[in-house]
């Protein structure tokens, strides 16, 4: 898997405002309504990571689950980071 471009990373940051790029990664933070509505988003994000075999950085704190995807094997940020994310924003939005 390889890198993603400028162009692909400003392109992706620009329709998931959400998100943001730090070097080779992005996060996100979302907030729930407490601390059981955030461990059923990350027991669906968990399922969804395992179905795409590529895991993220989960910090729970509360109501608040922060998500970070890099792609570790490449060193970088690539396309299964932003696949990865859009299908944990879909899973929020349910």
Do not use: C
Not at 19 to 25: I, P, Y
Not at 44 to 65: G, M, S, T, Y
Request: aromatic residues 8%.
């Amino acid at each position: 898997m390889s890198r993603l471009d400028e162009a692909t990373r400003a392109e992706f940051l620009a329709g998931h405002s959400d998100w943001a790029l730090d070097g080779e990664s992005i996060s996100r933070t979302y907030a729930l309504r407490d601390f059981k509505e955030s461990m059923a988003f990350v027991t669906q994000v968990a399922l969804a990571a395992e179905v795409a075999d590529h895991h993220p950085d989960i910090d729970i704190r509360w109501n608040k689950v922060t998500v970070v995807l890099s792609t570790h094997s490449a060193g970088a940020l690539t396309a299964k980071d932003t696949d990865l994310a859009t299908e944990f924003d879909s899973l929020y939005s349910r």
